[in-house]
Each structure stands twice: as structure tokens, then as C-alpha cells.
């Protein structure tokens, strides 16, 4: 079945795909493209997930991403250049394999790297490097997805299209935060951003932004994760922290839009905790979301 039919319902514009390799902590090797992984994180599924977005009139942004088994990208380190250089060689395959696919169906976005706090610190060169290369055979926007805490110390924005900041800053931990909270949260969070958005000359796309429908989930949702079964359902909680985010950011012309993690395929390839799970789908937050989609385009929503 078709998922991107009941996707556009909501009135998005664009649509995220996200393949998937792998890395471990203190092992420089990275795999992709195997066997045990899923179809729609595979060549295979990307190009067939393009060509369905594609007869939706959806925009598309392709975000090749590792995933570290029990960890984080951003804890990615090693003690040796030679470890760091090999795992970058594998990297860079990783990155221009499916470059080769966004080049060959004109996909409109690419980002390049997400969350790797540690490797950018001690090897920026490496990334400023990567960067130039993937310019010189790539006509599409171009960006990379840093975490929240640490958007202002990615030392390469000037060579990419857009700031992209994985977007899941803790506003309250109270079990259902009102309208009023929320809002005061995001005062000076918004201040900060427009300000560096302004410095930059960029404009910021959130690359990943959501929030689980549990209890407390616009606090730190990361702790939550690890506790998701345990959790109070709370659909209206979310629907709060979604509302209050386009509450405030959506007309500031810094803001470029989004992607929503995340929307499950007819609803397969959830983790078994589906109704506890970031996806909006049949929950209070759908609505919420496509009242202010319907509302103006942003450059991904």
C-alpha cells in the first residue's frame, strides 16, 4: 500500500527518507546496505519511496544517517589518526553511495552528517573537506543535522545552504504543559535562534523535531525514551508541544520549516510502542499539525 496519499492528508510538502549505517563505539569499521536491515532503509527502498513521493508532488530530502548500537553519533571517538581515517574513508563511501542516488532522481535536499558532536570537534577538517567535495557533484541544498545543545559550535555552516539543528530542546517536564508554558519556554529559545540564524546569514531548518505522546514529553526526551513503556499515555501533552512550536516559530523568517520524527508506513515499523511513539498519526497532534500546514508553505514542514 501507498503511504504517501494519507501523508499529504496532513498538507505536508516534503518528505524525509532515512537510510541507515552502522558503526560502533571504538571500532572504525561502517556498514550499510545489508542484508538484516529493513527494506526503506536500503537503496532499494529509498528509490522506490522517491518514486512514490515523487507522484505525490512531495520534496524530498535524503538523510543517509548511523545509527551506534547502544550509543550516540555523537560519542563516535577514537584514540588513533589511523582509526579516524579509516572510519572516515568508510564514511565518505557511505555519503557519495547515496549522493549517487539524490543526483540520479533529483532529489532536492541532501544532508550530509547528523549528530557527530565528538568527530566534528577533533576533526573538522575531515567535514570541511567532505563538504566540498559532495559541492562539486551536487546542485541541491546541501546541509548537515546538528544536535540542539551544540548548533553554534559547528564550525562549517558557511558551506552549506541552511543550519540544520535536530530540534528536541527541553521546554517543561510537567506532565501536561500548558499553552502558557510552553510559550515562555520558547521566548528566549527563539531569541537565541533568530540571532544565530542572523550571524550566519542562513536560515535554520529544524532536521528532526517531535515529541513522544507520553507524559512530560517536552522535557528531555532522550531520559524518556529509555523509560517509553513505562509512561503515562498522554496524546494531549504532545498536541500542546507541537502547537506551541508553530505557535512560535512559524512566522519568523529565520525558521525554514521541519521534518516531523517520525511517520510510520501505514503505520509498520514502529518499535511496539506505536501509541507511545513520536509519530502524530491518528493521534490528537494530527489535527494540530494540519491546521498550520494548511496555514503557508515553509521550505519543509
Known amino acids: 500500500m501507498d503511504p504517501y496519499p494519507r501523508l499529504v492528508q496532513t498538507e505536508a510538502n516534503w518528505v524525509c527518507l532515512v537510510p541507515y549505517g552502522f558503526s560502533r563505539i571504538g571500532q572504525s569499521q561502517l556498514w550499510y546496505n545489508v ?37 550516540w553519533p555523537g560519542d563516535l571517538d577514537f584514540d588513533t ?12 563511501e557511505f555519503i557519495n553511495f547515496y549522493l549517487d542516488i539524490a543526483i540520479e532522481h533529483e532529489v532536492e535536499m541532501f544532508c550530509m552528517g547528523t549528530e557527530f558532536k565528538i568527530s566534528i570537534q577533533k576533526r573538522p577538517e ?27 559550535r ?12 535536530s530540534c528536541y530542546m527541553p521546554l517543561s517536564e510537567d506532565s501536561t504543559p500548558t499553552g502558557h508554558t510552553l510559550d515562555k519556554a520558547w521566548k528566549k529559545k527563539v ?25 512530560g514529553c517536552a522535557g528531555k526526551t532522550w531520559e524518556l525514551e529509555k523509560k517509553v513503556n513505562s509512561l503515562n499515555i498522554n496524546e494531549q501533552a504532545q498536541a500542546n508541544a ?18 516531523i520524527w517520525k511517520w510510520f508506513p ?23 499539525i494540519t491546521s498550520w500546514f494548511s496555514k503557508d508553505s515553509k521550505t519543509a514542514k
Open 191 to 215: 531569541s537565541t535562534l533568530r540571532s544565530f540564524s542572523e550571524k550566519n546569514g542562513k536560515q535554520i531548518l529544524f532536521t528532526e523535531y517531535g515529541y513522544l505522546s507520553v507524559d
Open 266 to 288: 501505514n503505520g509498520n515499523g514502529h518499535e511496539g510502542y506505536m501509541e507511545r511513539d513520536y509519530t502524530p498519526q491518528d493521534k490528537i497532534a494530527e489535527a494540530i
Open 242 to 259: 507541537f502547537n506551541a512550536l508553530y505557535r512560535n516559530l512559524w512566522d519568523e523568517a529565520f525558521w525554514a520549516g521541519g521534518f
Open 126 to 152: 575531515f567535514w570541511r573537506s567532505l563538504i566540498q567535495d559532495l559541492r562539486c557533484r551536487y546542485v541541491g541544498q546541501l546541509t548537515y543535522s546538528s544536535n540542539w545543545d551544540n548548533y553554534d
Open 35 to 71: 542484508d538484516r536491515q529493513w527494506w526503506g532503509e536500503k537503496p532499494i527502498g529509498v528509490v522506490h519511496n522517491i518514486k512514490l513521493a515523487r507522484k505525490q508532488n512531495l520534496q524530498i530530502m535524503l538523510k543517509p544517517q548511523v545509527y551506534i548500537p547502544g550509543g
Open 154 to 165: 559547528i564550525p562549517f555552516w558557511d558551506l552549506l545552504d541552511k543550519i540544520g539543528v
Open 81 to 92: 589518526t589511523a582509526e579516524w581515517e579509516a572510519w572516515e574513508e568508510q564514511y565518505t
